[in-house]
């Protein structure tokens, strides 16, 4: 009878355990992937992923390339994730074209990829993008700028400071949104550089920092010292673009237009350093990213598109002191309020 109770409730607590442990065991890991740790947009994405991940009970790895453009980097980290058995990946790759197999490796693992800020090509070698839309952030300081300059901008004399020779997808729709709203045609819209609008004074790389753009802008004038329109991927470069001018009395020369909303970028609106910005929303995009991850780790559920798009925009607002008729803007002061970094 002992025996026999003994065996009953031994059975018992193995089939409990057998019920019960996937659940008890199993914990959601997430990695987030950015290209650098350096840059505050990647800094605040970081910070919006962390407090997601607390908030979701989410095991939380992150990574970041040496520099923008770092891809072997960024492979390893993928790798990583794979091998520990990661739930999902947010990453924001650094070329959106040589890490596609590796993220179709990671997929394939079964896991969720999410690319956010910089969408992969084509889009959907990720399961889902989280991203301003950044041709439209592009458009809207071109439209912006050509407004300003009004009947000058038929005459403008234009340096665009891009982020990299890999011309990624954030690159060139920030690129080909800006001269579209400037009004310029961009030929094939995946190519930077092969306009023939004789405004254009020229194209260089910057790696989205302050010294790529100082060098960038220095480089550019010599070309032609009379550039008054200058785009920038971002602030960082638009404030070595800044420091360029100064250094050779050309400060109040040229009107600078740039991406990013980070606090820094703003205040140089308020200082009259760049001329107009467009604001992104990093944090967002890294906390909706965590979200769709503990969504999918329970549901097997994967996040949808904006309709119409074939990712999911997290917004964007132009922010500048000077605005003008029809394009709807921020002030820097109430930029200051929504900024980031």
């Not at 997601?52 to 520099?67: D, R, Y």
């Not at 989280?130 to 300059?149: C, P, R, S, Y």
């Not at 260089?204 to 329109?229: C, H, K, S, Y």
């Not at 991850?293 to 074939?310: R, V």
């Amino acid at each position: 009878m002992t025996k026999t109770l003994s065996t009953s409730l031994l059975a018992t607590v193995a089939l409990a355990a057998l019920t019960m442990s996937p659940a008890a065991q199993a914990e959601t890991a997430a990695c987030l992937i950015t290209k650098t740790d350096t840059n505050p947009f990647f800094v605040k994405m970081k910070e919006g992923a962390t407090a997601a991940a607390e908030e979701n009970g989410i095991t939380l790895s992150t990574f970041a390339g040496k520099i923008d453009g770092d891809v072997e980097t960024q492979v390893a980290a993928v790798e990583s994730c794979i091998a520990s058995g990661a739930n999902g990946i947010l990453i924001t790759p650094t070329d959106s074209r040589a890490l596609t197999p590796v993220v179709t490796q990671a997929r394939d693992a079964g896991i969720l990829v999410i690319a956010l800020d910089t969408p992969f090509e084509p889009a959907d070698v990720a399961d889902a993008t989280f991203a301003t839309d950044n041709f439209k952030a592009g458009e809207l300081i071109g439209q912006w700028a050509a407004a300003k300059l009004g009947d000058g901008a038929a005459d403008a004399k234009i340096a665009l400071l891009d982020l990299n020779p890999s011309e990624v997808s954030v690159d060139y729709l920030r690129d080909q949104g800006f001269l579209t709203g400037f009004g310029i045609d961009v030929k094939e819209p995946t190519d930077i550089g092969d306009e023939d609008d004789p405004r254009i004074v020229g194209h260089d790389v910057t790696n989205g920092n302050e010294e790529g753009g100082r060098t960038a802008m220095e480089n550019l004038l010599q070309i032609d010292p009379g550039i008054n329109v200058v785009y920038t991927i971002n602030e960082p470069a638009a404030a070595g673009a800044y420091e360029a001018l100064k250094a050779v009395g050309l400060e109040d020369q040229a009107l600078i237009v740039s991406v990013d909303g980070g606090c820094p970028g703003v205040q140089n609106v308020a200082e009259g350093v760049i001329g107009a910005t467009s604001m992104q929303f990093p944090l967002l995009m890294a906390s909706l990213g965590i979200e769709a991850i503990a969504d999918f780790a329970e549901s097997g559920a994967k996040p949808e598109a904006t309709p119409g798009l074939d990712f999911f925009n997290t917004g964007v607002e132009l922010i500048t002191d000077e605005p003008v008729d029809g394009i709807p803007s921020l002030t820097s002061a109430e930029g200051l309020e929504k900024c980031w970094g």
